[in-house]
Nanobody, 124 residues
Framework: QMQLVESGGGLVQAGGSLRLSCAAS????????AGWFRQAPGQEREFVAA????????NYQDTVKGRFTISRDNARNTVYLQMTSLKPEDTAVYYC?????????????????WGQGTQVTVSS
């Protein structure tokens, strides 16, 4: 099993920034692709960003391109999501996930392990 623990969420005004972190333990984190997903109240979970094992590949949802940056530090078993120019529609619970598959996926059901989530609230 792998345990994932998110942190860094909070309340921020529109236009502000937050940096989410996700610390992994229990397995070799560097063997897994990592992703961030989010779920707003009353909505389905959606893909936000993903990063490959070696950080060479990154993928973003169109609505966050140019505003969010995903990165990872395998030595620290941590993946990050730097969020800038935040908008009220970014308000959601943000989850990190790890995927041991062969390609970088945007589909949540292909991810093997999930964190408990961290709340991000952007006020207008």
């Amino acid at each position: 099993q792998m345990q994932l623990v998110e942190s860094g969420g909070g309340l921020v005004q529109a236009g502000g920034s937050l940096r989410l972190s996700c610390a992994a333990s229990g397995r070799t984190f560097g063997s897994y692709h990592a992703g961030w997903f989010r779920q707003a109240p009353g909505q389905e979970r959606e893909f936000v960003a993903a990063i490959s094992r070696n950080s060479l590949l990154k993928n973003y949802q169109d609505t966050v391109k140019g505003r969010f940056t995903i990165s990872r530090d395998n030595a620290r078993n941590t993946v990050y999501l730097q969020m800038t120019s935040l908008k009220p529609e970014d308000t959601a619970v943000y989850y990190c996930a790890a995927d041991g598959g062969s390609y970088l996926s945007t589909r949540g059901y292909e991810y093997d392990f999930w964190g408990q989530g961290t709340q991000v609230t952007v006020s207008s």
